[in-house]
């Protein structure tokens, strides 16, 4: 488990422009301008190295890396204790990972440092098969929000898509920056929503960026 999980995170982060190497089948070091600066554990515990103490790069990369690391401990975990998908027709070896009114929630580990597909299915046949697949590329938290919808278990109204996510954090930004200071509950109820908000996109400042880069500017 601990080697698949280090070796995953390591392919995850290098998607993400973010150098990493296994050590010893340990940890895995992280990087910032080819110098060590955090670690994670087996058991996706980050830690910061004597060079990202006091370094304002590293943790904010500490705070991104941990993301991931929590993220790609989840599903390989869950990967290797789930049984095989039996189904009629499916000839590839998928993993069966939930399983609950009338949706499929499974998994497939790719290979060759492919990573991981996940993909929902709804059962056919008595459940004797499967159909209308949706597909998901090193998405297991959007496989995971779309079985949820799938099998009944929340509505989708009550999910917000990351553009919606990024457009309520702009206005929590506007909230704090330009209007009047809120009450201490309030307050506290906003910071924890943006707290959620940077947990739940990942690439948050990159779409404030794009975002911010596409409104119509004046020309004075």
């Given at each position: 488990?601990?080697?698949?999980?280090l070796t995953e995170l390591s392919r995850r982060l290098s998607v993400d422009g973010i150098q990493s190497a296994i050590k010893e089948d340990?940890?895995?070091?992280?990087?910032?301008?080819?110098?060590?600066?955090?670690?994670?554990?087996?058991?996706?515990?980050?830690?910061?190295?004597?060079?990202?103490?006091?370094?304002?790069?590293?943790?904010?990369?500490?705070?991104?890396?941990?993301?991931?690391?929590?993220?790609?401990?989840?599903?390989?975990?869950?990967?290797?204790?789930?049984?095989?998908?039996?189904?009629?027709?499916?000839?590839?070896?998928?993993?069966?990972?939930?399983?609950?009114?009338?949706?499929?929630?499974?998994?497939?580990?790719?290979?060759?440092?492919?990573?991981?597909?996940?993909?929902?299915?709804?059962?056919?046949?008595?459940?004797?098969?499967?159909?209308?697949?949706?597909?998901?590329?090193?998405?297991?938290?959007?496989?995971?929000?779309?079985?949820?919808?799938?099998?009944?278990?929340?509505?989708?109204?009550?999910?917000?898509?990351?553009?919606?996510?990024?457009?309520?954090?702009?206005?929590?930004?506007?909230?704090?920056?330009?209007?009047?200071?809120?009450?201490?509950?309030?307050?506290?109820?906003?910071?924890?929503?943006?707290?959620?908000?940077?947990?739940?996109?990942?690439?948050?400042?990159?779409?404030?960026?794009?975002?911010?880069?596409?409104?119509?500017?004046?020309?004075?």
């Open positions: 488990m601990k080697n698949k999980y340990r940890r895995l070091d992280v990087f910032l301008h080819d110098r060590p600066v955090l670690y994670v554990s087996p058991a996706s515990d980050v830690f910061l190295l004597p060079d990202g103490s006091q370094n304002e790069e590293a943790s904010e990369l500490y705070h991104q890396v941990a993301v991931t690391a929590d993220e790609v401990y989840g599903y390989v975990e869950a990967m290797e204790k789930a049984l095989p998908l039996r189904a009629s027709g499916l000839h590839e070896d998928f993993r069966l990972l939930a399983d609950f009114g009338g949706a499929v929630l499974a998994g497939q580990e790719r290979g060759n440092g492919l990573g991981y597909q996940f993909v929902t299915w709804v059962w056919a046949y008595e459940r004797q098969g499967v159909c209308h697949g949706h597909y998901y590329e090193d998405d297991f938290q959007s496989a995971k929000q779309d079985f949820a919808v799938r099998s009944g278990l929340i509505s989708k109204a009550q999910l917000f898509s990351p553009e919606e996510l990024t457009e309520l954090y702009r206005a929590t930004n506007f909230l704090l920056e330009e209007g009047p200071e809120p009450e201490e509950k309030p307050l506290k109820a906003i910071q924890e929503a943006r707290t959620k908000i940077e947990y739940t996109v990942p690439d948050l400042q990159t779409r404030l960026e794009q975002t911010q880069s596409q409104e119509p500017q004046m020309n004075l």
